[in-house]
């Protein structure tokens, strides 16, 4: 049967041309009708075969994907959606030009409520859900690169190093990393929602079709649940090696509590955080700043969850120890409160809580040397203190 297909386009050229003859033969409504119909049915299949073809070109997009990210408007976003869109401007036209367009005694096929409608409707429908199938596939496909070697781990914490952090790779395999794609495609989804599927909606307006308004909203959730499906893969990849690394980093060399003498600077587990924090919060800003606040947030509760923990399972605290973790743990709050939300602020208080209360000689101390800490840092807490990067 799908070799018949491509010639439903012939078929109805012809039996138009021998409607219009019988209609100059003057013939009774009623024979009239029944050929009316079968045109009718042959536009209706004509419709739904093209609508079928766009949907198999929209499904094999990702062998066209090159992570170029040219999309002003939208930074982090992909030409994959004007890919798109050139399908269906190409699909209209097509429609038009063939069975769309009525003639002689032919009905508007895509009139309100009608099977012409409901056709177009589903079809763009599923065209869109194939289209952001293609975005899934891309972010859930790791190169073999990336499968073989897997991440790069630091011999000392086990943490990603910078190589990974900056999407650096073996220049035989793929020049943009597993990471950068998936925010490219965590980009393309948030694009999708917020833009570009009203967009498509628009060139069916301007080709003075019905605008399928629920086949676009439905895609639009569609969308929408990917993106918070490529969010949540996003943020445990990053966060579970960066909070994985606070507690051996914090007891590195047997350290102690309770055995602390002398504070002068904050313990490497909180230089060692926000630096991955920073590691990461450049990573995306390099991609899509929009994309900062959605993924930063639940991995600054995560860490600070693990820190609240961690200071609850201390038994005894020297005084210089308690002054110790109260520093630690205020710069590393402070410096991310711009990304904390409410758990995340509600863990950094208990963590605190759980310590020592401060003596009256030691709170100046504490501030002292906070503030001492920040500024030797300034560069890498810049990046956490700007509210609305650009």
Not at 100 to 106: A, F, G, K, N, Y
Not at 221 to 248: C, Q, R, W
Not at 301 to 330: N, W, Y
């Amino acid at each position: 049967m799908n070799q018949f297909l491509q010639w439903l386009p012939n078929c109805l050229r012809f039996v138009r041309i021998c409607y219009a003859s019988l209609i100059r033969l003057d013939l009774p409504s009623e024979v009239l009708d029944i050929v009316q119909k079968l045109i009718d049915e042959i536009r209706l299949n004509c419709l739904a075969t093209i609508l079928k073809k766009a949907i198999d070109r929209t499904g094999n997009l990702g062998k066209k994907e090159t992570w170029a990210m040219d999309v002003p408007e939208f930074p982090g976003a992909t030409l994959l959606p004007s890919l798109l869109e050139e399908i269906i401007r190409e699909t209209l036209e097509e429609c038009q030009s063939t069975c769309l367009t009525p003639e002689v005694r032919e009905n508007e096929l895509l009139e309100a409520h009608s099977e012409g409608q409901r056709e177009m409707s589903q079809r763009l429908r599923e065209i869109l859900d194939a289209f952001c199938g293609v975005i899934e596939d891309l972010a859930l496909n790791r190169d073999d690169e990336e499968s073989r070697r897997g991440p790069i781990i630091s011999q000392v914490i086990g943490f990603p190093t910078s190589a990974a952090i900056n999407g650096a790779v073996d220049d035989k395999f793929s020049v943009i990393s597993w990471e950068q794609k998936i925010l490219c495609c965590l980009a393309n989804c948030s694009y999708c929602s917020k833009i570009f599927f009203t967009h498509i909606g628009n060139i069916f307006g301007r080709f003075d079709y019905p605008i399928p308004k629920l086949a676009i909203e439905s895609s639009r959730t569609t969308a929408n649940t990917l993106f918070s499906t490529l969010l949540d893969m996003y943020v445990e990849h990053k966060s579970d090696p960066l909070v994985g690394t606070i507690e051996p980093s914090m007891y590195i060399s047997r350290f102690q509590w309770d055995s602390v003498v002398r504070v002068e600077r904050v313990r490497p587990y909180a230089y060692e955080c926000i630096d991955n924090l920073a590691g990461v919060y450049s990573e995306i800003l390099s991609i899509s700043p929009s994309l900062l606040r959605p993924i930063l947030e639940p991995i600054v509760q995560t860490v600070a969850e693990e820190l609240a923990r961690l200071m609850t399972c201390v038994q005894k605290f020297s005084p210089a120890g308690a002054l110790q973790a109260h520093v630690d743990i205020s710069l590393i709050r402070d410096a991310l409160k711009l990304y904390s939300n409410a758990t995340a602020k509600s863990h950094f208080t208990e963590a605190l809580e759980v310590l020592p209360a401060l003596s009256d000689k030691d709170i100046p101390k504490a501030e002292e040397v906070l503030h001492k800490v920040k500024q030797s840092m300034k560069l890498q807490l810049l990046c956490f203190s700007i509210a609305n990067p650009v």
